[in-house]
């Protein structure tokens, strides 16, 4: 078990130690950077707890032939995210190496996706759904002639890379469907699933991004983990640990996931990406090539806004202390230019043109990952961690009135600077 998950051996095997000792809880928190398979591994734990077996990933049983297509009747997948550049990247796989693996990587990718759109996530909001629900139904149809299944029906692999390619319009239409923050009515929809009996052994639910919960979804989930039923697994993932509230934090066991490096990134990117001759240096560089140039823009700017909060909030204490934060401040423009860029090159966060509607909570994520690595530097301590704490609080603070009250983006984000630079101030007011 376990073995298609490269480059995380120590959160692996206290997974499976858990597992082979019927020792694993309720309620789990897989944690780390972006692209440390923290998804991947909740998916294989799923199929883990439903192999009838022993769990090996070829295993031909009926549960884990479902699983690894990610048709399963007892998983349910929910959270914001980017499915864009992993898209891109299976596209690209079945034209530069077909094969059954290319195909299964584009069919999960593509999954993954349709899977945020199941009924039992939508019970009493179908009208929320109705809109996806032509779009759902073509990607279903094209991941079925992408799928490894197909090929008993003379499917070859160049029909199969142009079915790919048509998809890609498709799923980026149904990605600017998903909510910006899981809702409410979603969390509430999975726990009347959850409670329900399971089609095999266990049901699994991962809830992506756990961090950009509104008030009502984290209160909701909350109190089905205080009360989990004993059929059902609950994997939430992040990679702010420090952005998710203590009373969730104390119900779950933790698992940590770290950045691949060197030879376990070249490992991926040879195994799990066919990409042997990349020249790549990390997991994050490659998929970086296949990121639009809207979102590395976005990225770019997050990182400017980020270090001139920093900029400011050192000018008002007094300075950083801590290496890594002191020259990530001495880098700042002013907060109110840095902000101006942003507006101007993303059309004032969509409001100006819809292609760019999703900025804002892209924005506000790529800021946080740009004070989460600083915590990776030499030299970073509890001055750094404070920075990023205070930063996730405040952009989910901030996401929460983007997301509820439908306020201004480029107001939030200059209320978010002024909160961040006053250490007296614990919201965006």
Known sequence: MFENILGQSEACA?????????????????EGPPLSAKLSAALELARVL??????????????????????????????????REELAIGASMLETSPGPASRYFFVRAARKLARRFD??????????????????????????????????????????????????????????????????????????????????????????????????ARNALLKILEEPPTHAVFVLTTSRRQAIIPTILSRVRRYRFVQRTGSEAADVLERIFKARQSGAASVTD?????????????????????????????????????APLAAFAASGIDVRTAIARTVSATSNFGSGDETNAWTFPAFLDAAGTAFSSLLREDGAGIETQRAAERYASLARDAMIRYSSYNLQPAALAERLADSFADPAVDSLV
């Open 14 to 30: 206290r997974i499976g130690s858990d597992v082979e000792r019927e020792e694993l809880p309720g309620s789990l928190l897989f």
């Open 50 to 83: 439903s192999c009838e077996r022993g769990a090996a990933w070829n295993c031909p049983c009926p549960q884990c032939a479902r699983h690894r297509i990610l048709v399963h009747q007892d998983i349910l997948l929910l959270g914001p995210k980017s499915f």
């Open 119 to 216: 009924r039992e996530l939508y019970e009493g909001e179908e009208g929320r759904l109705s809109k996806a629900l032509p779009l759902v139904r073509s990607l279903l149809e094209g991941i079925d002639a992408c799928s490894p299944q197909t090929a008993s029906r003379q499917i070859d692999d160049a029909t199969a890379s142009r079915e790919a390619t048509k998809l890609l319009p498709v799923c980026t239409k149904l990605e600017d469907m998903l909510p910006a923050s899981t809702p409410v009515f979603q969390i509430r929809a999975m726990e009347f699933w959850a409670r329900l009996a399971p089609f095999g052994k266990r049901k699994t639910i991962i809830v992506e991004h756990a961090d950009r919960m509104l008030d009502g």
């Open 286 to 322: 490659y998929v970086a090539r296949f990121r639009s140039a809207a979102s590395n823009a976005t990225t770019e700017l997050a990182r400017e806004y980020a270090a001139a909060l920093a900029a400011a909030a050192g000018r008002r204490g007094g300075g950083f202390n801590e």
